[in-house]
């Protein structure tokens, strides 16, 4: 061949490839502007699309990120608590149980050959310490004591009562309880074999092996001020280290044996040189020792301001500034090496993490999210952990230094449901780390699951495809769900909905604004019920105001506003949300959103009955403890009324980011994708879920009622820096994000109040010759026609029956089969829950 014809084929294949490469690129962009808009099954598709191009790998970790996780995650424990790693990262540690329950154990696990293996179970309190020298580990035992259990229980007692001064109170005379009756053991690893250790009458705090592994330090006392670090050898009695007790807390042993670290009271902290027999006191908090023991770092103060400071171990320099702020400071930690720190600093609404070099040249800021930062810890010289988000839903980010990326960590690879996290603790050779979720996004049983994620093992391509496959399978089924549940009412709903203003839903949230908190007791909550009770008559509502005494001398009212129903009156659905604010201020988030959203739906529903009673109930005093909801529920349990189901919104104003999306909040599977559907078939909301209704009004509907509880909160939860603050003011609000929560509402009233109830009853009514028995309770609608059952037969299949009686026989159950019911109504519409029982 000649040369030209060489040249113009290998430019040929460039091109093509090139092509290829800008066709993947073209087609994954597609597709992440699709998932971004909430558009999932297309962008499912788009992404099984670039994965089977020809360039398709060179995608595979954005779309890994994209719809889950990119690290491969195995689950460790159904359930546990307090994570701990060894030293050398052989072994690692977790707490099931509880003190109080007498079932408390530390449960040391390690990894052989790529598998998991139980070392040991100890029954022991949190305090354990792991030995960096040899298999060995030091724990605190407490045997039973009655005068112990007694204080326990006294201390449930007065938190469940609310009282969580005397709670707290209590929870020091328990631990210090503890302490004193707590026993000492080093147990080998190896041969199991384990010894007490004595130590004089004192309450025994925290345990630490000396950094040679061999001997023990014991950091004990008799009261708070009166505490001693002691050094336990096999060969003589306790020595005190600490020369004449204090104070002190948060023992720290730096590699290298020669220094120990720990706090000294409130508001400082000793470096006690073992060596040359000296403790140098410091005023300062916070402090992180690295790893290497070369340095430590401490926030400190200077001119009334907050410094982060750094001191070289074995330098006599003194402390160096590294960043000096008017700004509140928090968590800060050391790189394995100490060259760097990694803190948290909040320069306005939000926490933010910053990396200053320790020799106090370089100080930047790491990370930029309108959500709080916390909680940074290195795992290697470039790599920062990092954790976002409130309490109930934080979520963990690996940064890279070097690069300026940021890679999400854990997921539960779905696309809808959340999977908060609660604890991490990083391996060591920070390659591996533990991490506490409710993964499966059940954030009401006490289970919390604990998870590996091993960045060392990233997920192969069969993976991610399997995955799409999944969510494609899953989102396809509920969309299908969610268009045939709607069918028969599709056109009237669709109208209801798009009569949703943002105009009034605006005007509102400004009238509401202007009140100021609306805290029980304050002007505002009197000016907010006159409000509401005006506006809903003016909707051509009769409203009642529910006056009671949530606290004494104080007088509220819940305003609830009733739509009648047209075929069945006396079996109710009620819409609510509280009305009132933190004591900080307007509260326009929490939950001024949420009554915008329950007048809009009462507006736009006043002509328009369903067949069911719908309420309209606007709570007071949730800020308090839940106290309007709980008053309002129990009057509707006292007065017999037939509550079926139960909507409550709360915190649906603010926006993380461009997306229109919130948080279903449900204990009922069935409203969940009711709302699914709802928001996807008549807003532009996007929404996730959460099992969750702790600490919100929903709980007291759960409480009385069981599980008919959905609603719509914010993504993620919790989520905004302004909650519960004295900036949750109008501005911060997403106006057209309350316009798609009210659109996703009607739509899910309507659905509910239209269609039959969950029914209630079904039970195994014993074997006959055409198989197993089965009845239930007759619907409670009036309309309700016939029963859909659906269950497997022997041969795996789905089954679909209708019976116009509540009550069938059928054949081939086998025990472990589940058998579904529902009622369906004379306008062909099935209930919008399953009754559910698995054959024994």
Known sequence: MRPTAILALFMLLCTESAFGQVTAQHQFETAYDQWDAGKYPDAIKGFQSVLKAPDGDDFLEDIALVTGELYHTTEVAPHGTNLQWSPDGRYAAYSTGSLAGGDAIRHIISWQNGKQVAIADIPSLSVLTFSSQADKIAFLMIPEDTELDAARTMASELRAARDFTGWRNQLSVVRQLEGFRARIFEQDLKTG?????????????????????MDLLVLAGKGPTDRQIYLLTNDRSPVP???????????????????LVYSFGKDQFRVHDLQAGRADTFEGTGFSVSSDGSTLAYYGKSDGMATVNAITLGSTAPPRILHQTEY???????????????????PREDWELYVASTDGTENSRLTNDIQHDLFPRYMKSDLILGIIGEGRHRRSFVYDTATGTRTRLFHNNTIRTVAPEYEWSVSPDGARVLIVSERDGDTISPERGVYLVDLNRKLIKDEITSRL????????????????????????????????????????????????????????????ITYLTDKLKSFGYEVEQQWFEPKPGIESANVIATLKGAVDPDLVY????????????????????GTTVLLETARVLSERPMAATVKFAFFTGEEAGLLGSRYYVKKSAENNVKLLGALNND????ANNHRLDDTIRYSNVGIRDVQHAAAFLFSNLITYDAKYYKSTDAHAYYDEYGDIVGGIGSYPILSSPHYHQSHDVLEIINHQLVTEVTRTTIGTIMLLASSPSRLTGLQVDGQSGTGTDLKWDAAVEGNASEYLISYQNSGAERIALTTSEPMISI???????????????????T????ARITIE
């Open 241 to 259: 280290l600490t020369g004449s007790p204090g104070d002190f807390s948060d023992l720290s042993v730096v590699a290298g044996g020669r220094y």
């Open 193 to 213: 074999v384990k010894r007490e250790i004595e130590l004089p009458e004192a309450s025994k705090l925290e345990l630490k092996f000396t950094a040679s592994g």
């Open 811 to 829: 054949s081939g159950l086998k025990p472990g089969s589940e058998v579904r019911v529902k009622a369906i109504n004379d306008r062909d519409m």
């Open 831 to 834: 209930g919008w829950d399953w």
């Open 469 to 528: 496959d999944k969510m494609l399978a899953g989102e396809l089924d509920l969309r299908q769900r969610g268009r045939e549940m709607f069918e028969v009412i599709d056109d009237d709903v669709r109208q209801a909905s798009s009569e949703a203003s943002i105009t009034r839903l605006y005007a509102y949230a400004k009238d509401l604004h202007s009140f100021g908190t609306k805290y029980i007791g304050e002007p505002g909550n009197r000016l907010a």
């Open 574 to 593: 009620v819409i609510s949300s509280h009305f009132d604010s933190s004591q900080r201020g307007p509260g326009a988030d929490d939950n001024s959103s």
């Open 328 to 346: 509140r400071v928090g968590t800060l930690a050391l790189s394995p090496k100490g060259d760097r720190v990694v803190y948290q600093m909040r």
């Open 651 to 654: 915190m649906v104003g603010w």
